[in-house]
Nanobody, 116 residues
Framework: QVQLVESGGGLVQAGGSLRLSCAASGSISSINVMGWYRQTPGKQRELVAQITVGSTTNYADSVKGRFTISRDNAKNMLYLQMNSLKPEDTAVYYC??????????WGQGTQVTVSS
């Protein structure tokens, strides 16, 4: 089993910054892709950013230029630096891991609230 634990969420004013962290532990055979998704009530979970084992990144258009995803492979850590936050960034943010067996793992989520 793989466990993902997010931290770093909270309440911030518009224009502010937050840094999310995700710690992966357990029976991690081989990490392929890690990423961040977010979800608001009544909406589908959407991709925010992802990064491959080779450090190729992909971002949702809505966060390009504001958010930066990074990972520390040695520590099995994933990060999301969020700058210039907007009220529409308010959501529960989930850490995601896809391994080379195509198994998906999810964290429990961390709330990010951006006030206007």
């Amino acid at each position: 089993q793989v466990q993902l634990v997010e931290s770093g969420g909270g309440l911030v004013q518009a224009g502010g910054s937050l840094r999310l962290s995700c710690a992966a532990s357990g029976s991690i055979s081989s990490i392929n892709v890690m990423g961040w998704y977010r979800q608001t009530p009544g909406k589908q979970r959407e991709l925010v950013a992802q990064i491959t084992v080779g450090s190729t990144t992909n971002y949702a258009d809505s966060v390009k230029g504001r958010f930066t995803i990074s990972r520390d492979n040695a520590k099995n850590m994933l990060y999301l630096q969020m700058n210039s936050l907007k009220p529409e960034d308010t959501a529960v943010y989930y850490c995601h891991l896809l391994d080379f067996r195509n198994f998906n793992y999810w964290g429990q989520g961390t709330q990010v609230t951006v006030s206007s």
